[in-house]
Structures are given as structure tokens and as C-alpha cells.
């Protein structure tokens, strides 16, 4: 059973003083059969309260307010993690017995979020590709894996030309970007052929294997696979999770899994500054670091307006 030593910090830094900074976090690490959290350190600029609750989707959020005047914000996050080898379904009943059983949950309310297409202009061309791998393939569970390998072999990764606003659209057009526009659209596509899908947002620790992604926030995919349950697939390395992924969230998208969001209140540009560290058992560390400019549009000198920001390095 790996150990895993994960550091995340996320650093605000505004041109000038701002004011009313109210944030919300999904840093908890999510706790079940599969992941043990030994150990959880959350350091904040100015030691604010934070209110935890558990969000629609089962996940741990924290809220927490900064009321005076700042030039800066810290969120420093520590995490010990234990990860556990999963089971992959044995697929062996019957495909129509399968496909019929996703059509009999479809409607259910835990389900229903996992399976809304979005409406796009690729959406024709996407769908003909996606029924031909519903086509070829017998079961959910081997039209998933054939979904997932079709975006690892037909999209380059490639880091910095896109963001956490890109559509789908934008994607499809470039075939390229990080892990999380890969989730983005096998999401999509895994939700065409009535297979439920929903966004996971975490970290991928290899140690030196070659995955992508490593020593950096991370995103993949989990399809709901009949008799089974959900099973993690990562197209951004073409694999199914197991160990090596440290869960962090699930939701329908970046949106419900964002690890730092919030508003403040001020006018000022701000650059915001993003590094985690993978530390493993044998002392071997990966280290992954950006910086992002976030111009606020130009206001009135004397207009005071709250300006919406979020974690705005990709899930990489």
C-alpha cells in the first residue's frame, strides 16, 4: 500500500490592498475503503475560522472569510495519504443484460447529474464517433476503456493553451490541452452513450514511471460501470485508476471540484502562484510550480466592485 506526502499551496498576490476575501476550498482528501488520511494541515493567512460541511456530492468544503485589508492570501495544504489497489469489474454478464440495467437507472436521482450532455456544436460529430465505439464494443465496461484510449491517442498534451474556461468546442477544435480538458471530454462522451460519468479532481503520484500529470493537481474520470459500481479512468495516461490516484473530489465538472474559489472585494490585479510536491517512501520528490496573471478589467477610480476569482492553474 503506497504512502504519499502531498504539499499544495495556493498564493494570492494583489497590486494593491483588497478588502472582504471570502473563499471556499476542496482540499480535503476524500475518505473511504480505498484512501486513508493520516494526516491533514491546513495553514491560511491570518488563521481564519473555516466552517467544513459535505457538499451535494459527498465532498468535505471549507468556507472561511478575511475580512481586513491584505496583500496577500496563503493556502498552505499538507496531506499524508495511505491509497489501496481497487478491483476491476469482471464483466461477465451478458452485454444486453447490462445496457439494460443502465437504462433502468438513468432516472436515478444520485445519477441524473452524471448523465446530462451538454449542448455543443461538436456535439453530431462527437456522438458518430462515440456509437461506434458503443457499437463495436459488447459491454459498458469495454466501450469505456475504448473511449478512453481513443482521447489519449487522439488529443496531444500539452500545457498552456488552455485554461479553465475552455469549451468543450474549443477542445474538440484544438484536440489538445492538459488532464483536465482529456476529462472534459471523455466526460462527454462516456455521458452520450448513457454511461454515467463524473469529474474527479485530485493528484496522480507515479514515481518516476512517466505518467503525466505527476507532482501537480490532477483530474480524470469515473464511469458508473453496471454491477460494479465507479471506476476511475485516467485519459490523460490511458489507464485505469488504482493506487497511484489520490481523490481529492467528484462532481459534475472543474466548476463543483475547484480547489480554491471565492470573491473579493477591491479593484486590484493579483497573480496568483500554485505548487504542489509529491513526496514518496523512498525520498524521492516532484515538484510542480506556476504563476498566473489575473488582470481585473479597469474600473472608475472611485467604484469599489467584488470581482469573482478562482484557481485559475489547470488541473494539470
Not at 139 to 146: D, G, I, M, Q, V
Amino acid at each position: 500500500m503506497p504512502r504519499f506526502k502531498i504539499h499544495h499551496v495556493t498564493k494570492y498576490i494583489y497590486e494593491s490592498r483588497v478588502i472582504d476575501s471570502a473563499n471556499q476550498i476542496i482540499l480535503y482528501p476524500i475518505k473511504d475503503e480505498y484512501q486513508e488520511v493520516l494526516k491533514h494541515e491546513l495553514n491560511i493567512t491570518g488563521d481564519p475560522l473555516v466552517e467544513i460541511y459535505k457538499d451535494y456530492y459527498g465532498n468535505e468544503v471549507g468556507s472561511f472569510a478575511t475580512p481586513e485589508l491584505h496583500k496577500e492570501l496563503i493556502i498552505d495544504s499538507r496531506i499524508e495519504v495511505i491509497t489501496r489497489p481497487r478491483q476491476q469489474p469482471d464483466d461477465a454478464k451478458p452485454k444486453e443484460e447490462q445496457w439494460g440495467h443502465l437504462q433502468q437507472v438513468r432516472n436515478k436521482v444520485t445519477l441524473i447529474d452524471f448523465l446530462k450532455v451538454e449542448q455543443f456544436d461538436a456535439l453530431a460529430e462527437i456522438t458518430s464517433i462515440v456509437e461506434l465505439a458503443h457499437t463495436l464494443e459488447s459491454t459498458p465496461f469495454a466501450a469505456a476503456l475504448k473511449l478512453n484510449e481513443f482521447v489519449f491517442e487522439n488529443f496531444r498534451y500539452i500545457k498552456g493553451i488552455t485554461n479553465v474556461e475552455t469549451t468543450l468546442n474549443e477542445i474538440w477544435k484544438l484536440k489538445a490541452g492538459v488532464c483536465q480538458d482529456f476529462a472534459h471530454i471523455l466526460s462527454a462522451m462516456l455521458r452520450i452513450i448513457n454511461i454515467p460519468a463524473r469529474y474527479v479532481s485530485g493528484y496522480v503520484c507515479p514515481n518516476k514511471s512517466g505518467m503525466r500529470g505527476e507532482g501537480a493537481t490532477h483530474a480524470w474520470v469515473e464511469a458508473y460501470i453496471p454491477f460494479f459500481g465507479w471506476l476511475g479512468l485516467d485519459p490523460t495516461n490511458n489507464c485505469i485508476v488504482n493506487d497511484l490516484h489520490v481523490r481529492l473530489a467528484v462532481g459534475r465538472n472543474f466548476t463543483d471540484c475547484s480547489p480554491v474559489k471565492g470573491t473579493y472585494k477591491g479593484t486590484s490585479e493579483q497573480t496568483l502562484e500554485v505548487g504542489v510536491t509529491v513526496s514518496y517512501e523512498d525520498g524521492y520528490s516532484k515538484e510542480d510550480f506556476n504563476t498566473v496573471m489575473t488582470p481585473q478589467p479597469k474600473l472608475n477610480e472611485t467604484q469599489n466592485s467584488y470581482r469573482r476569482y478562482m484557481e485559475m492553474q489547470q488541473q494539470q
